[in-house]
């Protein structure tokens, strides 16, 4: 069983923080649950352009108002307590916190904790990290 606190791993090296948001991983690829779960931090004002190429993610919003952009589409969907997306065909989009929003996310694969967005606005698989 793995029971951790969020308010002590935002005090560890679990604790990652980028330009407009952070997030602690409170479940990593080294726990061996098959995804990594994390409690993010979306910056008011934030805009944020995205593209998980080697994931993919689900994200519910506990706290905050924004809108997700579909880059495919245009279509623009509001965020706000209680909606939750998932980026299930890796879609390239734009996080907008219009306040801070704190969201819970799921990713799959599994990330190892220290990953930041590359310029096209994706994680590097595992492999790729240097």
């Known amino acids: 069983m793995i029971v951790r606190d969020l308010s002590q791993a935002e005090k560890t090296d679990r604790r990652v923080v980028s330009k407009g948001w952070e997030s602690t991983r409170l479940l990593l690829k080294d ?14 004002g934030a805009e944020l352009p ?4 080697n994931h993919l993610e689900a994200v519910y919003c506990i706290s905050g108002e924004g809108s997700i952009e579909d880059l495919a589409t245009g279509q623009v969907h509001e ?5 939750l997306y998932a980026l299930d065909k890796h879609d390239r989009h734009v996080l907008r916190g219009r306040t801070q929003m704190v969201m819970a996310c799921a990713f799959n694969p599994p990330v190892t904790g220290r990953e930041v967005h590359d310029e096209t606005g994706a994680y590097p698989l595992e492999a790729e990290m240097a």
Do not use: L, N, W
């Not at 995205?50 to 190429?53: G, V």
């Not at 965020?79 to 909606?83: D, E």
């Open 31 to 44: 726990d061996a649950m098959g995804f990594s779960f994390h409690i993010t931090t979306i910056y008011e």
């Open 79 to 83: 965020i706000r307590p209680g909606v």
């Open 50 to 53: 995205m593209h998980y190429k």
